[in-house]
């Protein structure tokens, strides 16, 4: 009953190094997310998918790559961290959002600093 | 821009009093409103989603409400715990392709003991 899966929880990296943020979710759902969290601010979307093999740009998209080669899993990756990165990432899935009460559900975060 | 903002932006509240949170919007084409409790360290969990034909809606000691007319939102917490602590975010979904979800600032709300 995992439910969405983030690894790694904690990561301090250095300026210019590149990582991949892995999200994982085992409720077969279509619909996955990638967040940033930075204090004072509302969740902020990166990128999202609408399904296996399907990527798309969210609001904030600039310095980051995603991958959706399985359903259950969808990859952040930063080729070349800059301290503005710097923040707290989430990952959420969620069905067809046709459905009006359609639920969305988070990982319990990334906690990234680049120094 | 859609745009979702909360008041206020922080409050303290004693153990067993009532508190109410609120969000405004200006999400177009509206489709959803979620209420949200993230407590430090941990991901979102959602209290209660209304549509646009919904005006109340509670989940044990919270009670959420909306106005589409006016894009108002609030949350009710009622006889506050000590384990309410936590931010209570205002997300707003709009009817367009991905669901994208529009989120506020969240409030942050302190019960002291």
């Known amino acids: 009953n995992a439910g969405v899966t983030q690894t790694p929880k904690f990561r301090v990296l250095k300026t210019g190094q590149s990582m991949t943020l892995l999200c994982a979710q085992d409720?077969?759902?279509?619909?996955m997310y990638w967040y940033r969290q930075d204090p004072g601010m509302g969740l902020r979307l990166i990128h999202y998918s609408v399904g296996e093999g399907t990527t798309a740009k969210g609001e904030v998209p600039d310095g980051y790559n995603v991958s959706r080669l399985k359903k259950q899993n969808f990859l952040l990756g930063l080729e070349s961290a800059a301290p503005s990165q710097t923040s707290v990432y989430f990952c959420?899935?969620?069905?067809?959002?046709?459905?009006?009460?359609?639920?969305?559900?988070f990982g319990q975060g990334t906690r990234l600093t680049v120094v | 821009k859609n745009q979702v903002e909360q008041s206020p932006q922080s409050l303290i509240i004693l153990e067993g009093k009532n508190c109410t949170l609120q969000c405004n919007y200006t999400v177009s084409p509206f489709s959803n409103l979620r209420w949200y409790k993230q407590d430090t360290g941990r991901g979102p969990v959602s209290l209660t989603i209304?549509?646009?034909?919904?005006n109340t809606k509670s989940n044990g000691r919270y009670t959420a409400t909306l106005d589409a007319d006016t894009k108002q939102s609030s949350l009710h917490i009622t006889a506050s715990q000590l384990s309410d602590s936590a931010s209570y975010i205002c997300?707003?979904?709009?009817?367009?392709?991905?669901?994208?979800?529009?989120f506020g600032g969240g409030t942050r709300v302190l019960v002291k003991p």
């Open positions: 209304m549509t646009f034909s919904e």
């Open positions: 997300v707003v979904s709009a009817k367009a392709a991905g669901n994208k979800l529009t």
């Open positions: 409720m077969n759902h279509e619909y």
């Open positions: 959420a899935s969620s069905s067809i959002p046709a459905l009006t009460h359609t639920e969305a559900f």
